[in-house]
């Protein structure tokens, strides 16, 4: 209660819910003691992939006996989620403690709620100066309020492509310009650029940081992977091969982002992260809301021995790997579609390939998401197409055959109610 109760009055701190500037985060982090200083990071900017690379990371980290701190955001069930000290949660008790300090140093000055709790990661952080710090950029980074380090341990950029398109002017809504606003003030240090969806955006990046002087380690050319047989997969950078088991997480994407993430602790050698530490690591990777497959539960009792999966992508570029891996199974494919306003639902649905049946519902405890009514209505193309008003009337809806697959994707607040009714 307490907690939910300072939430709620540092909401009304600014009449925006964001408002992309660094003014207001630098001039908090200055009364707080600039603690963002004291820390190592590793920062983490990008479109698609970001979490699940933090979360690889992590997982190798901890092998190697690192504690970590961790930075992530939406959160998908909790707003704890977004605070990782030492490796664990911060409980609400401390969370509380750790806002109403920045609440009273701030002292009513206008600030968005996300700076407000970029400003509490910091300073907690600060307070274990020597561990690694995984800290995710928000909606773009040229002006997020991540973007205060003087200097990091690296910077990652993961897959780019066209999202958060409201936040551009109509005639900058390109991906150039979303390659500009990720990776031109990125730090000078070490710099992993991951797979791209095409050569076009990673020459883009490239043109963007030419001038940056970091260390460059580029996906197919300083590293790479290659899938084998039996169950492992075959990684390898300028400091050797690794013959590496599959992680458990799902989909090729899933290895382009664990792949990102060795590429990125081998270039910092000062870790000293040896082959076991990553071979134990990728088998341990937690990946709430990325394509996770809900083994039990009250949804999925409603599925029986069908398998159900949630997944939080929402942009075409999430969708499109999110079809590779339903093309790779061998069985009828049922989704399940809620999504925020904003975003281009007909491009998103435009990727999926043979959908036995697609059904739209509400997001619930979501004013800006647009209804399931309308949705269905803008799909209307899509063959086999429903509209229910809940998760649980969608899921009993779908006639289910054996072997049948459903899944409940285009949105992370939806993955978040999905998780919490289960």
């Known amino acids: 209660m307490k907690l939910q109760k ?70 998908i069930k909790s707003i704890k989620e977004r605070f990782v000290f030492n490796n664990e949660e911060l409980n609400n008790e401390d969370l509380a403690d750790l806002l109403e300090e920045i609440e009273n140093t701030n002292n009513g000055e206008p600030v968005t709620f996300f700076e407000i709790l970029t400003a509490a990661y910091f300073l907690r952080a600060s307070q274990s100066p020597d561990n690694i710090n995984l800290i995710e950029s928000g909606l773009f980074f040229r002006f997020d309020a991540t973007n205060i380090l003087k200097n990091n341990l690296a910077s990652v950029v993961t897959s780019i492509g066209l999202d958060h398109l409201d936040w551009l002017p109509e005639n900058e809504q390109t991906v150039e310009k979303i390659i500009f606003e990720k990776t031109s003030s990125l730090l000078n240090s070490h710099i992993i650029i991951a797979k791209q969806s095409n050569k076009e955006i990673s020459d883009n990046i490239k043109k963007t940081i030419s001038n940056n002087r970091s260390n460059k380690v580029f996906h197919n050319e300083n590293y790479a992977f290659t899938m084998q047989e039996n169950d492992f997969f075959y990684y390898e950078d300028q400091f050797g091969g690794i013959k590496l088991p599959l992680p458990n997480v799902k989909g090729q994407f899933q290895l382009e982002n664990v792949s990102t993430a060795i590429a990125t602790l081998r270039t910092l050698k000062d870790l000293n992260i040896k082959d076991d530490h990553i071979k134990k690591g990728v088998l341990k990777i937690s990946s709430i809301a990325r394509l996770q497959e809900i083994k039990s539960g009250k949804l999925k009792d409603l599925v029986k021995d069908n398998k159900l999966f949630v997944d939080g992508s929402h942009n075409p570029l999430g969708a499109k790997v999110l079809n590779e891996y339903l093309e790779s199974l061998d069985c009828n494919k049922h989704i399940i579609l809620g999504m925020m306003a904003n975003k281009d639902h007909r491009e998103y649905i435009s990727f999926f390939k043979d959908i036995t049946s697609l059904t739209t519902i509400d997001i619930p405890n979501q004013p800006n998401s647009i209804k399931g009514k309308k949705l269905k209505d803008k799909l209307n193309g899509f063959s086999n197409i429903n509209y229910k008003e809940s998760i649980e009337d969608a899921i009993k809806s779908i006639p289910l055959k054996e072997n049948d697959l459903i899944l409940i994707t285009g949105s992370l607040y939806l993955a978040g109610e999905v998780l919490n009714l289960n």
């Open 6 to 75: 300072i939430i709620s009055r540092l909401q009304e701190l600014h009449p925006k819910e964001i408002d992309l500037s660094l003014d207001r985060i630098q001039n908090l982090c200055k009364k707080l003691g600039n603690p963002q200083d004291k820390i190592k990071a590793i920062s983490v900017v990008g479109t698609n992939g970001k979490y699940s690379t933090i979360q690889a990371m992590f997982a190798i980290l901890k092998e190697a006996n690192f504690k970590c701190n961790i930075y992530t955001s939406p959160h």
